[in-house]
């Protein structure tokens, strides 16, 4: 579904991402976080394009800190830190 609204409309595709992600962070048991990352990155530039880059970037500190303890989660945010964060 965001995948359709993204295109036309952004702001509410982002949320969407969002939430999936975070369902699926929590729903990972087994340490494979890509599909999880990959949900954040497309939210990262969805909301890079509504120029929402900083709110994202709050958003996924808050992630981080949910899921501190999901290592493999935080090192796979760090290596996909450019996709991810406004530089």
């Not at 945010?77 to 530089?87: M, N």
């Amino acid at each position: 579904m965001a995948a359709v609204r993204e295109k036309d409309y952004p702001a509410d595709a982002a949320p969407i991402y969002l939430k999936q992600a975070d369902a699926a962070v929590a729903a990972t048991r087994n340490g494979r976080y890509e599909d999880s990352v990959d949900l954040l990155v497309k939210a990262a530039s969805v909301m890079r394009r509504i120029d929402a880059g900083k709110e994202f970037a709050g958003l996924l500190e808050a992630l981080r800190l949910k899921y501190k303890i999901k290592r493999n989660f935080i090192k796979l945010i760090e290596q996909k830190r450019k996709s991810l964060y406004v530089s």
